[in-house]
Every structure is written in C-alpha cells, then in structure tokens.
C-alpha cells in the first residue's frame, strides 16, 4: 500500500463503517473489509458481445457468463481502441492506446520494458500471473507465473512457453488453461492477494471444437444476421477494399469441408456461414463451461467475496454482420466488447450501464481496486464509480478509436474516429473519406449520412470532437483535416 493515503481512498476506507458505501472498498457481507481484494481478469479472444446470451443473443446462450452478469454488472457500451488482438492486450497492460503504448499491430513487438499496472501490483505486494493467449511477441514482464501460448496457439495438443521454457500440452486448449488457472490459484502465496490473468485462446480463427461439443447445433438452423446481405451501398472505399467477406473470403480451411454441388452463389454463402458460425459458436460453449469451472473453484475455496472477476474479450467479431467476419472496422460489431463485473461491495447484482468506457480504463481500475495511484499517462479512468451505479459528473462522452493494420490481413484501410452514446464518425485518412452514423435512427450502421445536410451541426461536433481527442491524447498519426462540405 502507498505510505500516502488519497483523500479519494480516506473516504473510501470510511465508508467501510458506513459512510458512502456505494463508493466504500470492499465491504464483504458483514464479517469484515478487505483492503486489497483478488483479481480474475477474464478476456477471451473474438468473443464478440452479440454471443452472449446476457447481452440478448439471438443465437447461443451462454450460462456461465450469464450466472456472472447476474451476480454483478453488465457494461453496454465498452469498447475496444483498435480492434485488433495484440494492441488490445497491449492496452491492457498500459491503459494506453496503441499510438502511446507502440504495438500498433499484431506484426508488431510489445517493449515489456515499459510501466504495466502487472508491475505497479506486484510492486504492490500482489501475487501476479498471466495463462492463456499472450500474442505481444516479447516475453511476459511483471508477473511473478507466466504460462503463454507462442503466437495464436493451437487448440489441440497446443505448445505453452511456461517461465520461458517451452511446454508441451496434451487436450483442449480452452480446458488446458483452465486448469492451469485453477492449479495456480491453489499453489497461489496464502499471504499475497492474486491477480490472475486467464486468457483463453477460444473463440479466435480456425474455430475448432473440443469434444464435448462437436454435434451441438448439427440439426440447427442458426439464424442470419440482419445485416448479412448489406451492399454497403452508402459506404467508401474501405467496405469494399475488404477481404473478410463470408462470400468470398472464407476457405476450406475454416468450413472444413467441400460444399455440396450445385449451390447457388446465395446459397453458397450461407452454407459457408453455417458451417463457420456452428464452429465459432461450439467453442464459445467450451468457453462457457469452463469459465463456470473457474467460478465454482472460487466458489468452493471461499474466494468469490475477496474476489473481483472481470469478462470480456480483446476486441468484436463479426458474426456475418455486413457480410463479414473478423474485426478491425469501427463499425459495432467489432468495436464493442462485452465486459461483465463482479465486484463484491462495490457492484449491485443483476445491473447494467450505458456509459462508455474502453479498454484503456481496464488498467487505472485494477490500480484502483488494489489502492494503488495510477500513472499519470495512463489513457483511461478508473470504472469504480460507474461500477458502483455512481458515475462521475465529468464522465467521458465520446470515446476515440484508431486502427493500424494494413494492408494484410484483411486490407482493412486505416481509420480514426469518435463515438458518442448516439453517433459516430469515422475517418479513413489514408483515403480521405469521411462516415457518419445515426446510431438512434440506423443502429446497424446502413446508412452514411456524412454528406447529409440535415447532419451538418452534429457533423462539425464530431469533427471538433475527434481532433480535441486527438490532442488530448497526443496523437498524431492521423490528423484529420475537414473537407469543404
């Protein structure tokens, strides 16, 4: 703990005898306050919110993740900064963004030399681990157990770099690191609180099942996504530089099998999604078991109520949304995550917020759970006070956005932009072209109305917005100069 206590932390530490509980530590039940609770970072890979069932999926349901909603809060509008693996585990650790941070890509090499809330805790007297997906490049810095998958990992029988030591693993990757989670919680210090790490590979490309659950959905019909037939007729160039389309993009190696003869193009294309979205969604169901294994270890072991316990997932996915899938567009699907929070004394059971957060204030809230200040360059907030149901007055409004990666994979055109709770503009500054989208009128981002007169004062808003973002965070990668309108 800092020998200085703030006058945020003096308050909250009153408020344990019941002064301003709302936003007082950790008052667990009436037996007594733990100062420095646990932390269990959940954050699978692709998991887009819309496979949710707690987030109204119209496809999956999802138990375990739903027994975790109701225990604590569900953010509505959480977003990723770059929709792209790598920089959002980068982010993660900094509570940057990728401009600040420098892994802008996943060709990228994460310099683990850097400030990380990791080591701020363990500085701090936490036990510290990371297991699962790393995908940063360089080695795991700040935590005192590392157990990584090299690269994207395998789902079966899949190499680990344990402690720098290369690992090789018999099973199903998503049940593999689950028990390593698991037995690492065990074997943790007794006199450390823990932060842990638990990064599962699944539900990230090539979609392979375990098991378990190889037939499920094999007589189903999964339901197409509104958008699966968009033209984007009102969009630029970037829509259809693209090479993510279901249609076109999707090969034998992710359906794996050869269609049957004779289909038509349309038929084609949606034979391809159900082989790729039964796939996506089986592993999602593994995924869900085993994040319910994990609960009921904590459960068992009395540490649900020392524990905080966050889920979500690096980035969207689109789910043939547009047409597509993978991420990296600002568009919904790939931008929003979900992030489910369980934090005893702090969040009500069974609640959900609209306010925006990112995954910038990932870090400054673990700090904050812990007692810990953050650095002052961090990116993000703490999210105690919308956790609580308390959201500051000078909450953010908008939350800016910029992707790198080009021109592979995908040939996704570079883009910057700002998102409010009802519009969103984006930028593709390497094309010059501008999209605006009325989110309350067109929630599946149909039409661009950038060049709409009626848009024009919200038009310039988000424009002044987007370049006092820029600044504010210091990046100048991709200033956007407005065009005459």
Same mark, same amino acid.
């Given at each position: 703990?800092?020998?200085?206590?703030?006058?945020?932390?003096?308050?909250?530490?009153?408020?344990?005898?019941?002064?301003?509980?709302?936003?007082?530590?950790?008052?667990?039940?009436?037996?007594?306050?733990?100062?420095?609770?646990?932390?269990?970072?959940?954050?699978?890979?692709?998991?887009?919110?819309?496979?949710?069932?707690?987030?109204?999926?119209?496809?999956?349901?999802?138990?375990?993740?739903?027994?975790?909603?109701?225990?604590?809060?569900?953010?509505?509008?959480?977003?990723?900064?770059?929709?792209?693996?790598?920089?959002?585990?980068?982010? +993660?650790?900094?509570?940057?963004?990728?401009?600040?941070?420098?892994?802008?890509?996943?060709?990228?090499?994460?310099?683990?030399?850097?400030?990380?809330?990791?080591?701020?805790?363990?500085?701090?007297?936490?036990?510290?681990?990371?297991?699962?997906?790393?995908?940063?490049?360089?080695?795991?810095?700040?935590?005192?157990?590392?157990?990584?998958?090299?690269?994207?990992?395998?789902?079966?029988?899949?190499?680990?770099?344990?402690?720098?030591?290369?690992?090789?693993?018999?099973?199903?990757?998503?049940?593999?690191?689950?028990?390593?989670?698991?037995?690492?919680?065990?074997?943790?210090?007794?006199?450390?609180?823990?932060?842990?790490?638990?990064?599962?590979?699944?539900?990230?490309?090539?979609?392979?099942?375990?098991?378990?659950?190889?037939?499920?959905?094999?007589?189903?019909?999964?339901?197409? $996504?509104?958008?699966?037939?968009?033209?984007?007729?009102?969009?630029?160039?970037?829509?259809?530089?693209?090479?993510?389309?279901?249609?076109?993009?999707?090969?034998?190696?992710?359906?794996?099998?050869?269609?049957?003869?004779?289909?038509?193009?349309?038929?084609?294309?949606?034979?391809?999604?159900?082989?790729?979205?039964?796939?996506?969604?089986?592993?999602?169901?593994?995924?869900?078991?085993?994040?319910?294994?994990?609960?009921?270890?904590?459960?068992?072991?009395? +540490?649900?109520?020392?524990?905080?316990?966050?889920?979500?997932?690096?980035?969207?996915?689109?789910?043939?949304?547009?047409?597509?899938?993978?991420?990296?567009?600002?568009?919904?699907?790939?931008?929003?995550?979900?992030?489910?929070?369980?934090? $005893?004394?702090?969040?009500?059971?069974?609640?959900?917020?609209?306010?925006?957060?990112?995954?910038?204030?990932?870090? $400054?809230?673990?700090?904050?759970?812990?007692?810990?200040?953050?650095?002052?360059?961090?990116?993000?907030?703490?999210?105690?006070?919308?956790?609580?149901?308390?959201?500051?007055?000078?909450?953010?409004?908008?939350?800016?956005?910029?992707?790198?990666?080009?021109?592979?994979?995908?040939?996704?055109?570079?883009?910057?932009?700002?998102?409010?709770?009802?519009?969103?503009?984006?930028?593709?500054?390497?094309?010059?072209?501008?999209?605006?989208?009325?989110?309350?009128?067109?929630?599946?981002?149909?039409?661009?109305?950038?060049?709409?007169?009626?848009?024009?004062?919200?038009?310039?808003?988000?424009?002044?917005?987007?370049?006092?973002?820029?600044?504010?965070?210091?990046?100048?990668?991709?200033?956007?100069?407005?065009?005459?309108?």
């Amino acid at each position: 703990m800092p020998k200085r206590m703030s006058r945020r932390r003096l308050l909250g530490a009153t408020s344990a005898a019941g002064i301003g509980a709302a936003l007082g530590p950790w008052v667990l039940g009436a037996e007594r306050v733990r100062q420095r609770p646990n932390i269990l970072y959940i954050m699978s890979d692709d998991h887009a919110a819309h496979a949710l069932s707690c987030y109204g999926s119209r496809i999956n349901k999802t138990p375990h993740l739903d027994r975790l909603a109701a225990g604590g809060m569900r953010l509505d509008n959480c977003f990723c900064t770059n929709s792209l693996c790598g920089p959002s585990r980068a982010t +993660l650790l900094t509570g940057k963004y990728s401009h600040a941070h420098g892994f802008r890509a996943n060709s990228g090499r994460f310099d683990g030399s850097q400030q990380t809330f990791a080591k701020l805790l363990q500085k701090a007297g936490y036990y510290t681990a990371v297991i699962g997906k790393w995908h940063l490049a360089s080695e795991p810095t700040g935590f005192d157990y590392s157990c990584v998958l090299p690269g994207q990992g395998a789902y079966v029988d899949p190499a680990f770099i344990e402690m720098g030591a290369s690992r090789k693993t018999r099973g199903y990757v998503t049940d593999i690191i689950t028990d390593m989670v698991i037995d690492q919680l065990k074997k943790r210090p007794g006199d450390k609180p823990f932060c842990m790490l638990y990064h599962p590979k699944a539900p990230h490309r090539s979609w392979q099942s375990d098991d378990k659950h190889a037939r499920m959905y094999e007589d189903v019909e999964i339901p197409l $996504p509104p958008t699966f037939d968009d033209d984007w007729a009102t969009r630029g160039t970037a829509a259809r530089d693209q090479q993510m389309t279901i249609e076109k993009h999707l090969g034998r190696g992710d359906v794996k099998a050869d269609p049957p003869a004779g289909l038509s193009a349309p038929q084609l294309k949606r034979w391809k999604y159900q082989r790729f979205i039964k796939d996506y969604l089986r592993c999602v169901a593994s995924l869900d078991d085993n994040i319910g294994r994990v609960l009921d270890f904590l459960d068992e072991a009395k +540490l649900a109520q020392d524990t905080i316990v966050v889920y979500t997932s690096d980035n969207g996915f689109f789910l043939g949304d547009h047409g597509w899938y993978d991420k990296r567009f600002m568009y919904e699907h790939s931008l929003r995550v979900p992030m489910l929070v369980r934090w $005893p004394g702090v969040t009500k059971e069974a609640t959900a917020s609209p306010d925006l957060a990112i995954n910038c204030d990932f870090a $400054p809230t673990f700090l904050d759970a812990a007692g810990v200040d953050a650095p002052a360059d961090m990116h993000g907030r703490s999210l105690r006070g919308v956790l609580a149901g308390a959201t500051p007055a000078d909450w953010r409004t908008s939350a800016y956005y910029h992707y790198y990666e080009f021109p592979q994979p995908h040939h996704v055109h570079p883009h910057c932009g700002v998102r409010t709770r009802s519009h969103k503009l984006i930028h593709f500054h390497t094309l010059g072209e501008w999209e605006l989208y009325d989110l309350e009128q067109d929630p599946h981002e149909l039409k661009n109305v950038y060049a709409d007169a009626a848009y024009a004062k919200v038009r310039a808003e988000l424009e002044q917005e987007l370049r006092r973002l820029q600044e504010q965070y210091k990046d100048n990668t991709a200033v956007p100069a407005s065009r005459p309108h």
